[in-house]
């Protein structure tokens, strides 16, 4: 068997060549290309632009699979509309580094005017509320836009089983949960600091995530070295055995989707870390304790909920039939069959492969955005169709702790020391666009080789879940 370093070069190869665009891709491009006419009058067009000569394509939500439609259409023959409720990009990848006190907001976002700038491109600060598939407009907060093809790519927001558990946990789904939740674990050592009583400091400095996929395995192993730290140098009179992170997860190993092997690894990699890993469904949470479905408890001073997501609302107005998790069902040009005008990428959309659905994953969304892109072009040039989508699987990696990841990309599984350097190699390439990538190899150079978290700070005001 070869040595970790061995594949650790293999497999960084292999991710390079799989990044490279699909066979026949270029082709259906430059078909399209040569094919200049009319746009397809099947789409038919909104009597507002009757008059106009190029397509107006509006993009709703600047993620991974928006951004790569605005970006592929700069030198389309469309005008192009995005809208989002941020003025920003965001890095969702390394939003738990942002919890976890890592890396500062600023550096995994970047404003969308500015990654846009010298092209083209209507940037629209608004929330889409609603669609009316048949008058071919976008409904938002601050009025109606018009559109002649609808890219739908609003995401996914975190799903709760009910009310009160959603009242009772944090979630780490965007940028404000993340300031948040860094704000309220080091809120936790304050106020620890301020109790004498030892069973409630034991109470305060419970930590607890609930979930055992990528989002909450990274944020367990980056909140336990953030916590080794603040212990380390800055808690003089706290005991570490006062001290508990814990992941609960209901539906098996950790990593599920990595496979059995990398995540009893990434388990083991855990649990040396002094990290506790329960299994067990949750069926409520109280004020400072977790209840199970075996009737057991976990005690809880925090509780973060990452144990799933489900499609953004605008989905209800795109479907009455939604699939797994809320989700969009689209046909095998990412289009609704009844409105072949409108797009539905990323975790908004249910796209098969095989007998199964894509995973909601950044890589997934970006492929789609650009399949989106290059078939908003053959339309609008009145080129033939180009194939149905085809997702090609790059892998995943995910940390579980400094110096710490597992990787299966490919034929290539491996964890430890070379699985993070091959994270770390590829994130840094994700990065590229954002103009603070220099910021975050430094910060990632402080906090994982000096161990320095620069941003420990605690907002103005921290939202305390209710009723806890």
Known sequence: MADPWTQLLAVLSWIVRSWRRPAGAGAAWQQAARRIGPADEGMGRHPALARSTRPMVVVVGAGFAGMEVVRNLAKAPVDVTLIDRHDYQLFTPLLYQV????LAPSEIVRPLRSMLSGRRIDVRLATATSLDLDRRVVITDRGEVAYDILVAATGSVAS???KTIEQRSL???DLDDAVTLRSRVLEQFEAARWEPDEKRRRQLLAFVIVGGGPTGVEFAGSLNDLVQLILDRESAGLDRREVSVTIIEGEGSLLRTFGPKLGKQAQRALVGKGILVVQGSVQAVTAGRVKLA???EVRSGLTVWAAGVRASDLASALTDKPGKGGTVLVDRSLRLTTHPEVFVLGDLAAVGAGDKLLPMLAAVAQQEGEYAARSITALAL???DIPSFRYRDRGMM??????AAVVKAGPYQFHGLPGWLAWLVVHIALLTGFRNRGLVI???????VFQNRAVRLIGP????PRGG
């Open 294 to 296: 075996d009737g057991s």
């Open 382 to 384: 009145g080129a033939p």
């Open 160 to 162: 709760f089983p009910s």
């Open 99 to 102: 919890a976890s006190a890592v």
């Open 398 to 403: 995910a940390t579980n702790g400094r110096f």
């Open 461 to 464: 005001s921290v939202r305390k």
């Open 171 to 173: 979630a780490l789904k």
């Open 442 to 448: 430094l910060s990632w150079l402080s906090a994982f």
